[in-house]
Each structure stands twice: as C-alpha cells, then as structure tokens.
C-alpha cells in the first residue's frame, strides 16, 4: 500500500453530526454556510501544513477554528476582517453564531460512539472581560471562565493542562507549556475534543498482517496492515486518480474518509487537484460495491506551533500591536494573539478509532 497519512481529525466529521435531531430552531443556512467554511477552512490549512511539514500530518481544524471563531466575536476592524476571511466565516455573524451553537450542541454521545467537545477561556486575577463578549462565548460555544494568576506560570499551566486532559480522557497532555505564559499574559482560550467509535463493521486481529508501507515510490517501512472484504460506499475517481473510501462507525452517524492515490508518488497531484467542492461532488457520489480493504493500524500524535502557519493564512494583525480586540475588554492596554498551539492524537486499530485535540490560543496585554 502507497500513501502518506494524512488525518484531518473532526473536519469532515461534522457532516455526519449536522444531520442529527434539533432540539432549537435553527436557520438552515446558518449550519450550511458554518460547515461550508469549516470545510473550505480546512483545505486552506491543510494545504499550508503540507507545504511546510514533511511526513505524516495529524491536525484538527475544527478544534482550531473554535478557538479563533471566539477571538473573532471579540475582534473589531482589520482584526476581525482577516480572521473571518482567515476561517471562511458566513457573512452574517448572526448566522455564524447560530451555526457554531448548533454544531457544537451536536457533539453528543451515543451508546456506541463518544464524541465530547469543549471550550474554556482561561484569564488573568481582577482582568475585566465585557459581560457581553462572556455571554455570547457561553451561549454559542458554551464555555465557562476560570481566574488564574499567570504570573505564577508553572501553577496555571498546571490548571489548564489538567483540564485538558480531563476533557481527552488524558490522551492529551502538556499542551500548554509554563514558558508560554507570564505576567502580560491576560487571556488563554483552549478547545478540546475527543472521539471514540467502533467500525460498523470491524477488522478481524487475525487477519492482520506485516506488509510493506510506501512512504514514497522510494521510501517504504513495514507496518501492520489490517484487512476486510465487505460493501462499502466507494469511488475510483479518474479526475483525482485515487480511489475514495467511507468507513462507518456503529450507528453510521459518523465516518473515516480515506482518499488513496493511484500512483506512489500521487499524493502531491491529489492535493493539487483537491478542493472543498470537489470532495463534496466526491462524498456524494459514492456508491456501495465490495471492496478488499487493507488499511495500516496506526498511532500518531503531533504538536504544531500555528503562529506562521496562521499568518501565512492571512491572520497577521492578531499577532501585532496594532490588533483589535475592543470587543473582549475596555482595557485601555488592549490585547493580543501571542501564541497558538495544536496537539493531536489518533489511533485506528481492528475494533475502531480514538482520536483526541486540544488547541490554546495566548494572549497578552500590548507591549
């Protein structure tokens, strides 16, 4: 088997949620048009990642796109402007709003499927958030506020990786490191999110096999290689030349995408070829045929410092003196971006997948 793996962990599988059973009225463009940015967010991050880091690449964009979604709530001028281009936001931030609370109030468990999101904004002692922007995070991505006192760096650092790891089932530690904070820092908003399902249908462990994995045409390693015949809903797409394959977990609600390349050496003419509306045209075309699947067991994990990436996105006045987040306090100091960080894990095996991020955004007071 040739490929590169490649996770995208949450971004696509909030189609599965979208569909579920409202509980609120919802204006049907407001979930259209957030998944929409979700997906588009997602090709433009993955595209900058790929350009920057070689090997395999495991990232959440949902997780990330949370936590800049509040930051936009709270940005004003350019500020929110490139962030809301940045995320591929809806025009209407009524509507964005609206599709943020349904699809985080979607996060929901089942007997046979976990899948828990949350947020937190972390902040400074006697530091006054405006009531409106504390509402507003509450309601639509339904986060609470702790104080800490960030001075004492290595305590709150503490803290907040404490509740990461709660929030993971301790797959994700150490996401904040005590070096990132001090006594200018004034806000720290973190995202987590886990998963865990079984496949609808499940590998057999004794079918599974020691077999080359080319990394490249040139590059190969030996793996696990894990193995089913069955129905599955699949596409030989001679557009991308790669051959596209949907794996349920119980309950069908959610699924694993897998885009194989035809050729060793394809990945980089399938990213080249790839974009949102197509995957979407893809998704929808697939049709249930017989398919030997042979796919590796597999452990990641990844941390990524987002800052350049971020900028390179077009989200540079966040980091600057010159940002706008009036909408976050009346601070006359005003505020910052000073550093976001990702980390992720995922495990496939025969039984199923886990799969868990964390994301924390930074920021201080202008120096």
Not at 154 to 178: C, F, H, M, R, Y
Request: proline share 3%; charged share 25%.
């Amino acid at each position: 088997m040739a490929a590169q793996v490649v996770v995208l962990f949450l971004a696509i599988i909030i189609f599965g949620m979208s569909g579920a059973q409202q509980t609120v009225t919802v204006d049907p463009r407001a979930v259209q048009e957030t998944v929409k940015g979700n997906i588009d967010f997602t090709f433009s991050l993955y595209k900058i990642l790929a350009k920057a880091k070689s090997g395999n690449i495991i990232v959440s964009p949902m997780s990330l796109e949370v936590v800049l979604a509040m930051a936009y709530f709270g940005a004003r001028g350019e500020t929110a402007e490139q962030i809301a281009t940045g995320i591929s936001l809806p025009a209407e931030q009524n509507l964005a709003l609206d599709g943020f609370r349904h699809l985080l109030s979607s996060f929901k468990s089942t007997s046979n499927l976990t899948l828990e999101i949350a947020n937190k904004v972390f902040t400074q002692q006697n530091y006054v958030i405006k009531e409106d922007f504390q509402a507003l995070v509450k309601k639509s991505f339904l986060s609470e506020a702790q104080a800490l006192n960030f001075a004492d760096n290595v305590v709150s650092a503490g803290v907040i990786n404490q509740w990461v790891e709660e929030k993971t089932k301790n797959k994700i530690k150490d996401l904040i490191s005590p070096d990132m904070l001090d006594s200018l820092t004034r806000l720290v908003m973190v995202n987590a999110v886990y998963f865990k399902g079984n496949w609808q249908d499940q590998f057999k462990p004794e079918m599974t096999t020691t077999e080359p994995f080319y990394v490249s045409a040139e590059v190969k390693k030996d793996v696990r290689m894990m193995h089913l015949k069955k129905h599955f809903r699949y596409s030989e797409v001679d557009e991308l030349e790669a051959q596209v394959l949907e794996l349920p977990y119980e309950e069908r609600q959610v699924s694993m995408v897998i885009l194989l390349p035809n050729d060793r050496n394809g990945l980089p003419n399938l990213e080249a070829k790839l974009t949102s509306e197509k995957l979407t045209e893809v998704l929808s075309q697939l049709h249930s045929t017989e398919v030997n699947v042979s796919i590796p067991r597999f452990k990641l994990e990844d941390t990524i410092d987002l800052n350049s990436v971020l900028q390179e996105m077009g989200m540079n006045n966040m980091f600057e003196d010159s940002a706008d987040f009036s909408g976050i306090t009346d601070d006359a100091a005003g505020l910052k971006v000073s550093q976001v960080v990702q980390k992720a894990f995922i495990e496939v095996n025969e039984e199923g997948s886990e799969a868990a991020a964390a994301t924390g955004e930074c920021w201080e007071k202008l120096s």
